[in-house]
């Protein structure tokens, strides 16, 4: 097998990984508070689910869309900051 130059097989594996460690500073929401997320969501028009208070691909789309209508990096992931901005405070 013959690699193209501007990629090498070791510069593939001494890439950082992209997955990024849990912001320690943030609790994770409870179900109680995912549900709700997801109610605010849908109310916005960002979720078109049914709340379930469970995080999957159509949440974490919907939390992007949102984030990004904010101006915040839209990350998908759901912050105690998140909920509080869907809220309105």
């Given at each position: 097998?013959?690699?193209?130059?501007?990629?090498?097989?070791?510069?593939?594996?001494?890439?950082?990984?992209?997955?990024?460690?849990?912001?320690?500073?943030?609790?994770?929401?409870?179900?109680?508070?995912?549900?709700?997320?997801?109610?605010?969501?849908?109310?916005?028009g960002f979720y078109r689910g049914t709340p379930d208070g469970q995080?999957?691909?159509?949440?974490?789309?919907?939390?992007?869309?949102?984030?990004?209508?904010?101006?915040?990096?839209?990350?998908?992931?759901?912050?105690?900051?998140?909920?509080?901005?869907?809220?309105?405070?």
């Amino acid at each position: 097998m013959r690699w193209r130059s501007a990629i090498s097989p070791t510069a593939c594996a001494a890439a950082p990984p992209f997955v990024q460690p849990w912001p320690r500073q943030e609790r994770v929401l409870s179900r109680a508070e995912r549900l709700e997320l997801q109610q605010l969501l849908a109310q916005r028009g960002f979720y078109r689910g049914t709340p379930d208070g469970q995080f999957g691909g159509q949440t974490r789309e919907a939390l992007r869309g949102f984030q990004a209508s904010i101006g915040t990096p839209a990350d998908g992931f759901a912050s105690s900051d998140v909920l509080e901005r869907l809220r309105g405070r």
